[in-house]
Structure formats: structure tokens, C-alpha cells
């Protein structure tokens, strides 16, 4: 039976290259945003470099909690050989500032799309060989960003909850490995949509250090072929640090 990588968020940025990235080795690619022509345009994309790859589409707005399920639900039929929890979005900033409606679109999106899609998968394949689940968070997940307070609590809860996963299904002696990167600023559409822009953001103009979303995607591979929990980004070397799960038992 083929097997799918499962990429959300993939109809830009991190995850338009992380799709790329898993095809690019043969593996066959499952893409979900909610933007369809940009699904439909990596599909071609994908088709015309490799086209031995099976590329399937799902259209779903993960901030839709039956939506989420749903799309778990239709995949029932495909062997799932990995689940990227990548689909995620920031805020504008100022915690008494923001929009109500739309922070809490936010906490759906970043908190209850990961912790469904990554329950869901974990009950189907713990104890299958070399199954894995990678959660995108954010160096907003290790460390507190005033102006981004509600984004950080989120991703503080994506890095908690992968950890722990992972160390709960190592000392289950389940096969699963749940792994989670912590990405820096990186060039993608995460600064136009955080602050509701039809502009493209400038990362050059800012100043600063960014990584593209291809190296981004690349160091998300990097994690997948570790054996590490952990990646974040090394500030000295501008590369990816591996690491395990700070545990006292470990
Ligand atoms: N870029 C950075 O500097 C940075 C730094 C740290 C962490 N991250 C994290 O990296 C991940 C990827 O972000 P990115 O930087 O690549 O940003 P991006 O270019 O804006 O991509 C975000 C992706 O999430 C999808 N998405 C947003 N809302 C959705 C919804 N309601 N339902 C389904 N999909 C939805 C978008 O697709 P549609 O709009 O088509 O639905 C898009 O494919 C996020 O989790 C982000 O928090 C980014």
C-alpha cells in the first residue's frame, strides 16, 4: 500500500516547501489549506518535477473544529507514513488590542487543529514502524514575545503538547515519534496575515536575520531524519539544534 506524508498549511510558506521538500524523495504528498488554486498550483508543481508522486488535495479551514475532523475522517483509506502540523498564523499584537472573533479563530487554528490531528493519528498509529507526527511552533513556544502574547501561548502549548507526546509514547514503548521544530523568522505570507494585509511583507526592509521558507522546510527534514524531539535554531550557527525533551526522568 503507497504511503502519505500529511503537510497542513501548504498552500504557502513553510509548508508549500516542506511539500516540495517530501516529494522531492518520492514521497507521496497529502496538501490541505484552504486556498485551493495555491493546493492546485503545488500539485502541478510537484507533477511536472516528479511525476511518479501521488499529490491528493483537501480543502478544510482547520479552525473549524468538525471541519478538522472531518478531514482526518476522510483519510481513513490512505497509509499515513507521517502527519506535519504546520497550518498555524500569527496575531497582530497588543493582548487588550486585538480582535476577540479573530484570536480565538487563532487559538482553534494553532491549538485544537494540532491537538486533533495529532490525537487522531496517535490512536491509529502508535505502534507502527517509523510513524511520525512534526508540530510546527515557533521560538514564540520557548520564549514569552510581548506583542505577541496570545501566539506564544499558543505555541507554548504546540511545543508542551508534542514533547510530552513523545516521551509518553517512548516510555509506552510505542513506535510513534511526535517531534516539534521551533522556527525563527522565516520569509512567507506570516507577517501579511498576521496583521490582515493585502501587502506583501518586506523581511529585507526590517532588517535582521530570516531564513527562507525552502531552508525552513529543509531543517523540518532535518528533525524528521533525527532521531531528536526537539529542533530549534541555533543563533551562532544559524542552523538547526537537535535536542530532547527537558525531563527529569529522561
Ligand atoms: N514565518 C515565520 O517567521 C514563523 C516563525 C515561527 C513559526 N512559524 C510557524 O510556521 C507555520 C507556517 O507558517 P508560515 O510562516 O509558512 O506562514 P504562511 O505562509 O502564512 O502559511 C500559513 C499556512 O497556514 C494555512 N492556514 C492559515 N489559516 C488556516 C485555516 N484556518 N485553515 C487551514 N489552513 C490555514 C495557510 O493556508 P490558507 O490561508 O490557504 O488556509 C498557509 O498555508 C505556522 O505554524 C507559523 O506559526 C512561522
Redesign the pocket.
Known amino acids: 500500500m503507497k504511503k502519505y506524508v500529511l503537510i ?10 516542506t511539500a516540495k521538500a517530501f516529494a522531492a524523495r518520492g514521497e507521496n504528498v497529502i496538501i ?5 488554486a ?2 492546485e498550483r503545488l500539485k502541478a508543481e510537484i507533477y511536472a518535477a516528479h511525476p511518479e508522486v501521488d499529490v491528493v488535495i483537501r480543502v ?5 473544529t468538525g ?1 478538522t475532523i472531518a478531514l482526518y475522517d476522510s483519510l481513513k483509506a490512505y497509509d499515513l507514513k507521517a502527519v506535519i ?6 496575531n497582530k499584537g497588543g493582548f487588550i488590542d486585538d480582535d476577540l472573533r479573530r484570536d480565538i ?1 487563532m487559538l ?3 491549538m485544537d ?1 494540532v491537538y486533533i490531528l495529532s490525537s487522531l493519528y496517535a490512536r491509529d498509529y502508535k505502534d507502527v514502524e517509523g510513524a511520525q507526527i512534526v508540530n ?6 520557548y520564549l514569552v514575545v510581548p506583542g505577541s502574547s496570545l ?1 506564544c501561548a ?2 507554548f502549548f ?1 511545543s508542551a503538547l508534542t514533547e510530552a507526546i513523545d516521551l509518553e509514547m517512548r516510555k509506552g514503548g510505542h513506535k510513534l515519534r511526535a517531534k516539534v521544530i ?13 496583521h490582515d494585509s493585502n501587502e506583501k511583507f518586506d523581511y529585507a526592509a526590517r532588517g535582521g536575520f ?2 527562507t ?1 525552502k531552508q ?1 522546510a529543509d531543517m523540518l527534514l532535518e528533525l524528521y531524519d533525527s532521531d531528536a524531539t526537539v529542533g530549534s535554531i541555533d543563533f551562532a550557527t544559524r542552523g538547526l539544534k537537535l535536542s530532547e525533551p527537558k525531563h527529569p526522568h529522561l
Open positions: 497542513t498549511g501548504a498552500s504557502s510558506g513553510i509548508g508549500y516547501e490541505t489549506a484552504r486556498r485551493a495555491n493546493l478544510c479551514d482547520l479552525s473549524n471541519e502540523n504546520n497550518a498555524g498564523r500569527g479563530d482553534h487554528l494553532n487543529a510546527v511552533s515557533s521560538i514564540g513556544g501566539y499558543t505555541k504546540v521551533a522556527p525563527t523568522t522565516t520569509e512567507t505570507e506570516y507577517e501579511q496575515t498576521a530570516y531564513f521558507a525552513m
